[in-house]
């Protein structure tokens, strides 16, 4: 990881590519929301000259390095709660400081599946927990809420969806972690294990459950907590509503705000024209945009972020708007799991 002052002398020494070629935005899995996200913003950025390339990544973390390296990635969708984590990281912490906030956008509920003798976040300690891959989303706020509640598991496992839910159901694990807007479609086998009548699967169902989040402590952070919930609306096996909380996802960028170099000057002019973009067809992006930017407010602060000032400084905001607008029990399982 190169130091924020190598970064930026080296950013300052490079050839300077015209207003119209395309600027680098790292947001995730081709399948998931970031991207399309990526593609909505994409469409209406054209219109003010600016050619966004999208780009699939493999989460937050991967997204911070490459903003933070010579490729063109000048801005990417992560978590909020990035910015905790890489600020215990001493190496990060130059990289934390010059971080901005372009504009906040939707939640992600944190799901955690259990055993039901997991009663809350803290049930876990000494337990075995899947807490997804090494440097996704899911990994860093399992990690976030380990150090926050000074949780030590027994055992982390690094298991895709479909095998960590298994795992619980199976009780060859104790819990596992997903973070994603909810109703996420990795959680549709449980519903058709609800559909299914077998008695065998629905007592396997009935013995686990969303652990409700309610820690105090998780909430004075980047994490929110109110009116945040999981029920039988979002996910039909469920029998009443359980508090959980979520993080934000944030779309971010280096502060080029003080325009010392023609580099910084023109970051910043395309800040500005992105800006002008999201804010003039926030209208357009709700009609016909993915379904999550119902729950953007393009005003909202995000703790512990500094906002970016080249998106609203140098953005038209006259017609603007702020819009919130055991081995058998797994065999038994895969029909499940399509």
């Known amino acids: 990881m190169i130091s924020a002052f190598a970064l930026a002398f080296s950013l300052a020494l490079l ?23 990526g593609n909505d913003m994409a469409q209406y950025a054209r219109k003010e000259g600016l050619r966004l390339q999208i780009k699939p990544s493999a989460g937050s973390l991967a997204n911070i390095d490459r903003i933070n390296s010579k490729e063109n990635a000048a801005f990417g969708i992560v978590q909020a709660d990035v910015l905790t984590f890489i600020k215990r990281q001493p190496k ?5 400081r010059r971080l901005r906030v372009i504009f906040p956008f939707y939640l992600e509920e944190v799901h955690v599946l259990a055993r039901k003798e997991i009663k809350t976040l803290r049930d876990l300690q000494g337990k075995r927990v899947s ?18 509640l000074n949780i030590d598991v027994a055992r982390e496992e690094h298991l895709g969806t479909d095998d960590a839910i298994k795992g ?19 959680f ?27 820690e105090q402590e998780i909430f004075a952070q980047t994490y929110e907590g109110d009116g945040v919930y999981l029920g039988p609306d979002d996910y039909p096996w469920m029998k009443e509503k359980v508090p959980t909380a979520a993080v934000r996802a944030v779309l971010v960028s280096f502060d080029f705000s003080k325009r010392h170099t023609p580099y910084y000057r023109q970051r910043c002019k395309q800040l500005g024209m992105l800006g002008r973009a999201i804010r003039g067809n926030m209208g357009e992006l709700l009609k016909n945009g993915h379904d999550k930017w119902n729950q953007v407010d393009l005003e909202r602060e995000v703790p512990g972020w500094r ?22 029990i797994q065999e038994a399982l895969e029909p499940f799991f399509r």
């Open 15 to 37: 050839p300077m590519a015209g207003i119209a070629d395309p600027v680098g935005m790292v947001t995730g899995s081709k399948k998931g929301t970031y991207y399309r996200f």
């Open 307 to 328: 906002q970016d000032a080249c998106s609203r400084e140098l953005a038209d905001n006259k017609s603007g708007k702020s819009y919130r607008d055991g081995t058998k």
């Open 168 to 186: 619980v159901l199976s009780n060859k694990l104790d819990a596992m972690f997903y973070v994603a807007g909810k109703p996420t479609k990795a």
């Open 131 to 148: 807490i997804g891959r090494d440097g996704s989303g899911v990994w860093l706020t399992a990690k976030n809420l380990f150090k926050i």
């Open 92 to 96: 990060l912490q130059d990289v934390a």
């Open 188 to 214: 549709e086998p449980l519903t058709r294990m609800s559909e299914s009548g077998r008695q065998d699967i629905l007592q396997l169902l009935d013995g686990v459950h969303f652990v409700p989040i309610t």
